[in-house]
């Protein structure tokens, strides 16, 4: 329930604040304890316990496993991890291959880890400090894993990358997670929250669609290594998708360097890429549209394409 409390002028200089006396007990505060005070990305002041006045408890869920198959038990899994709480228990009779894929679950989830298990129980707690985290350390994360996705596709005449690829793609999932479990533990707590993550909303939307951006890249990369890996390494028709990904990858690196510096100009210069790497690979569906998975790889470079016009785009809108 909103309440309200008037604003009390003290002396020449100060306004003064009163508590609702419940939330004081609640808190456990008196006289002379210390609040913290910050201001949100709503310009909203937020007052929070700091931790030497409050006992630090993790929050913790208990997913029950009955009548649930093992996808919804997935998804209560990652929703409690991307609601940060710190201990998940996972109860009800599991079989020794159930445990096998819950915990493949679990390790899929930085920093979450299986600390015990029986034949009715599973507890897993978060070992990752989120306060210490900051998006442009997730983002660049991930960047870096999906240009080593690009490499790979590059080189997969030479060998077979595609488990590999799948591999990172799965990290930068991985990534996607984290970066909305921090996102929402600096909207709820921003004052716990690292310094460099207290940004305006219209910032944290920009750092959420980039990210979204850089993992439909990264699954567009994944798909079309699994094509690539279908075809003969003796066609032509692959050295010429690969002549193409060249240049896709240098638009990607050229984008990312203009959102990194925060550079307008080399932004507006890079968006006349999409419309003439679009128009080679329509050029280039025309002359191998009879060559198995070729189109496909195509229509995928296109989804790339402009997928990096619009990371691109996030630097001048």
Request: proline share 1%; aromatic share 6%.
């Amino acid at each position: 329930m909103e309440k309200f409390r008037k604003i009390i002028k003290f002396g020449t200089s100060s306004l003064i604040l009163s508590l609702p006396i419940d939330w004081t007990k609640k808190n456990k505060l008196g006289k002379g304890d210390l609040l913290s005070i910050s201001e949100n990305v709503n310009n909203e002041l937020v007052l929070s316990v700091p931790s030497k006045n409050r006992s630090e408890q993790r929050k913790e869920i208990v997913i029950n496993t009955e009548n649930k198959d093992l996808t919804r038990i997935k998804r209560e899994i990652v929703s409690s991890y991307i609601n940060n709480y710190g201990i998940i228990r996972i109860k009800g009779k599991l079989s020794a291959n159930f445990i096998k894929e819950i915990k493949n679950i679990i390790t899929g989830l930085t920093a979450l880890e299986v600390v015990e298990h029986n034949a009715d129980s599973l507890v897993a707690k978060d070992f990752l400090d989120i306060g210490e985290i900051t998006f442009q350390e997730i983002l660049r994360k991930m960047d870096t894993i999906t240009r080593s996705m690009i490499v790979d596709l590059k080189n997969i005449s030479k060998e077979d990358t595609s488990q590999a690829i799948l591999e990172r793609d799965e990290e930068v999932n991985r990534m996607v997670y984290l970066i909305i479990r921090t996102m929402r533990f600096t909207l709820d707590t921003p004052s716990l929250s690292h310094k460099e993550n207290r940004i305006s909303m219209g910032n944290i939307l920009n750092v959420w669609d980039v990210a979204l951006t850089v993992e439909g890249i990264a699954d567009d990369i994944k798909r079309t290594a699994r094509e690539f890996s279908k075809m003969s390494t003796s066609l032509q028709t692959k050295k010429e998708l690969l002549k193409v990904l060249e240049e896709i990858e240098t638009f990607y690196w050229e984008t990312m360097k203009a959102y990194y510096t925060n550079d307008v100009e080399l932004a507006f210069r890079l968006s006349l890429n999409k419309s003439n790497l679009s128009k080679k690979c329509n050029e280039l569906h025309e002359k191998v549209w009879n060559v198995r998975y070729a189109p496909i790889i195509l229509e995928n470079f296109k989804s790339i394409v402009s997928s990096i016009h619009n990371l691109g785009r996030r630097v001048y809108s």
